[in-house]
T-cell receptor, first 111, second 113 residues
Framework: GEDVEQSLFLSVREGDSSVINCTYT??????LYWYKQEPGAGLQLLTY?????DMKQDQRLTVLLNKKDKHLSLRIADTQTGDSAIYFC???????????FGTGTRLKVLA | EAGVTQFPSHSVIEKGQTVTLRCDPI?????LYWYRRVMGKEIKFLLH????????ESGMPNNRFLAERTGGTYSTLKVQPAELEDSGVYFC???????????FGPGTRLTVT
């Protein structure tokens, strides 16, 4: 079946690292994505990883993929108040273009 | 380059009325998608157009929802008649041919009272 799960809330102090976790069930997924939604705004693509990769780094963002456990994480280094937002992970099941989204994790960065 | 735009940003209607949401994708993007997020739950796929053709409409909840993309440019999503459970945020996204990453619009918040 298709199901993507995330914890609902995460609170960190400014300057610390944030780790947002996601588990998915469809092992055929070819791409996995992280999107950010700021208040009143749409979904902004942060990064994505192909299923044959273990890790992808892009400036302050590090994506780790454990395909065996179907676990995806997003690490934000040196978290800033501007990183406060809802973060969604999403997968694309093989053979489709549609996204299966998680419920979103609300990240709150404390000054 | 302009991003995906959606209109209106917010719509409040009464149960039983009709509402039409519009999405203008990024110019040149063949793929257009509709999603919705109901009451803080996960964002759910509704349907996928390739140009003017419906590629996948497996997420459309029922026949009260009608999506069109005449001419393969902008798309409309009509809800008729609207029910209370249709309230939520409707997102549109687009992507170029052959690409997996989707670019989302700001969404339309629909409130059915």
């Amino acid at each position: 079946g298709e199901d993507v799960e995330q914890s609902l809330f995460l609170s960190v102090r400014e300057g610390d690292s944030s780790v947002i976790n996601c588990t998915y069930t469809d092992s055929s997924s070819t791409y996995l994505y992280w999107y950010k939604q700021e208040p009143g705004a749409g979904l902004q693509l942060l990064t994505y990883i192909f299923s044959n990769m273990d890790m992808k780094q892009d400036q302050r963002l590090t994506v780790l993929l454990n395909k065996k456990d179907k676990h995806l994480s997003l690490r934000i280094a040196d978290t800033q108040t501007g990183d406060s937002a809802i973060y969604f992970c999403a997968e694309t099941p093989s053979g489709t273009y549609k996204y299966i989204f998680g419920t979103g994790t609300r990240l709150k960065v404390l000054a | 380059e302009a991003g995906v735009t959606q209109f209106p940003s917010h719509s409040v209607i009464e149960k039983g009325q009709t509402v039409t949401l519009r999405c203008d994708p990024i110019s040149g993007h063949d793929n257009l998608y509709w999603y919705r997020r109901v009451m803080g739950k996960e964002i759910k796929f509704l349907l996928h157009f390739v140009k003017e053709s419906k590629q996948d409409e497996s997420g459309m909840p029922n026949n009260r929802f009608l999506a069109e993309r005449t001419g393969g440019t902008y798309s409309t999503l009509k809800v008729q008649p609207a029910e209370l459970e249709d309230s939520g945020v409707y997102f549109c996204a687009s992507s170029p041919a052959g690409a997996n990453e989707q670019y989302f619009g700001p969404g339309t918040r629909l409130t059915v009272t």
